[in-house]
């Protein structure tokens, strides 16, 4: 495993990891700010505990799937550790 190779497998790692978070983030703030224009609410409140109950959700369902590509990184980059640090 090149320094190149780490490199590409850590973003990898953190586009699995993160990239779902994000996505339901951004669909449940969009949401929410639709729904606050049209009923002309705006309550700060109210976006956060969406997006703390979509995450809390996607966490639950989806968690061990999200974690599976940081766990297979992580075991290939210590086997790979001896072979980067002897050459």
Known sequence: ???SEVSAGAWIAFAELAGPA????LVIGLAA???????????A???????????AVLSTAAGPLM????DQYAADLFKAIPGMIHG
């Open 33 to 43: 700010g639709v729904l606050q224009t049209m009923t002309q609410i705006r309550e």
């Open 1 to 3: 495993m090149t320094a």
């Open 45 to 55: 409140s109210i976006p956060f505990i969406l997006k703390l109950a979509g995450f």
């Open 22 to 25: 994000l996505a339901v983030m």
């Open 67 to 70: 974690m599976g590509g940081v």
